[in-house]
């Protein structure tokens, strides 16, 4: 274990179970992770990052995810809106927003809205210029993070294309509503955001406004879906690790369970699913280290095995250890409902399919 997932183990600890009823990540955790750089931690070291390659912050996010995935989710959104200021922003809006992001300040990114889920291109939020400055109005849903965050990256309508824009969440006009008893990740800060005319300097519009949605929020979910594919990766180890333990632990009919055939067999099959999701994410990485042209099918790729993998895995788990993973905030009880998000955020399974269809259409010809 190094010194990165060292830390992260000690702020969780066995605290993640009462996260999870309570609904609640304390601000503790939260700002030394923070302040550590390790929420976002492929920001280079100029801004206050670690500078990691997407493999070793995927291996260190697996390490969160196996330990609690509303944490993980707050590390999805932090490193989310970090890569799309680097991507989209100035080289001015660069230096000022994010060393923010390695010193403490929490943000989220806003995509979903009510009319406007897996076919994004239906987003009506709007920011227009209004003089110097940009008026947003509009309403985003499910948004990761935005319970916490101080600084939400909000993506809308702009003149005939598309932005983002960095709206403070105390600014005047933003209300966030948190979404009450979520199904899974439940202390990942899930909420809602109004913007009723929430009025701003101009220079708070990402570089790049004006350009095509498609290209701005694929930036932004390309490196989510690796983060999420990653977690994913966490949960498999968590529910192969407790399923493992309770296996050998437990007796029936007079043997360890571990030795009977049948829990053998799902044993197998939750390391088969754990091995799996990791080879392909370990691809992902490598192909976004690289700058491959297929960064993006990889990471399409990635996220749907891993989210799939988790949620079968996750209900194998459950059947293994029946009424001792059954108490809700147990970790196995947590991995069932958490896993199954996982196939809906950043790109449904249906939407996955979709994708990796047309990726096989388009190298088949």
Same mark, same amino acid.
């Given at each position: 274990?190094?010194d990165r997932?060292?830390l992260?183990?000690?702020l969780?600890g066995?605290r $993640? #179970?009462?996260w ?6 304390p ?5 030394k992770? *923070?302040e550590?750089?390790?929420l ?11 500078g ?9 996010? $697996?390490?969160? !995810? ?8 707050? +590390?999805?959104s932090q490193?989310?809106?970090?890569w799309?200021i ?13 060393p923010?992001?390695?010193?403490g300040?929490l943000? @989220?990114?806003?995509?979903?809205e009510?009319? @406007?889920g ?9 920011i ?21 965050? &101080? ?5 809308g309508?702009? *003149? ?15 209300t966030?509503?948190r979404?009450?008893d979520?199904?899974g990740?439940?202390?990942a ?6 913007l #009723?005319?929430?009025r701003?300097p101009?220079? &708070?519009v990402?570089?790049?406004a004006?350009a095509?949605?498609t +290209? ?9 879906r +690796? ?9 498999l ?8 333990? &309770? ?6 009919? *007079?043997?360890?369970?571990?030795? &009977?055939?049948l829990? !053998? *067999? ?12 990791t080879?392909?994410c ?5 192909r976004w280290d ?7 099918? $990889?990471?399409?790729?990635?996220k749907h ?12 788990a ?19 409902? #958490?896993?199954?998000?996982m196939?809906?955020i ?5 939407l996955?399919?979709?994708m990796?269809?047309q ?5 088949? !010809?």
């Open positions: 274990m190094n997932e060292a992260v183990s000690e969780v066995d $993640a #179970d009462t999870d009823l309570t609904g609640l990540i601000a503790e955790p939260l700002r992770l *923070g550590a750089g390790l976002c931690g492929e920001l280079p070291e100029q801004y206050g990052g670690l990691l390659s997407s493999l070793d912050n995927g291996r260190f996010t $697996a390490h969160v !995810g196996s330990l609690c995935s509303s944490l993980r989710s707050v +590390m999805t490193g989310m809106a970090a799309t680097q991507r989209l922003g100035s080289a001015q809006q660069r230096a000022d927003h994010l923010r992001l390695t010193s300040t943000a @989220a990114v806003g995509f979903s009510p009319e @406007a897996s076919d994004l291109s239906a987003i009506s939020t709007e227009r210029p209004d003089g110097d400055d940009v008026v947003v109005d509009g309403r985003k849903v499910w948004v990761t993070a935005a319970h916490y965050a &101080h600084l939400l990256v909000i993506f309508r702009y *003149g005939d294309g598309a932005a983002a824009v960095l709206v403070p969440a105390d600014a005047p006009g933003v966030v509503e979404v009450a979520p199904m990740c439940r202390a800060g899930h909420a809602g955001i109004r #009723d005319s929430v701003l101009r220079d &708070h990402l570089g790049g004006g095509a949605l +290209m701005l929020v694929t930036a932004a979910l390309s490196y989510g +690796m983060s999420v594919a990653w977690g994913c990766v966490g949960i180890r968590a529910c192969l690790a407790a399923a493992s333990c &309770h296996a050998k632990s437990r007796e029936q009919f *007079g043997r360890p369970l571990a030795q &009977h055939q829990i !053998g *067999g799902h044993l197998a099959d939750l390391l088969v699913a754990e091995q799996t999701a080879r392909v370990e691809h992902a990485s490598h690289e700058g491959s042209p297929d960064m993006v099918t $990889a990471a399409v790729l990635a095995v891993g989210a799939t993998q988790a949620a079968a895995a996750a209900a194998t459950v059947q293994v250890l029946a009424s001792a993973g059954a108490s809700d905030g147990h970790v196995v009880a947590r991995a069932y409902r #958490d896993a199954k998000l196939e809906i950043e790109g449904s399974n249906e996955c399919r979709l990796l269809a990726h096989a259409l388009s190298v088949s !010809g």
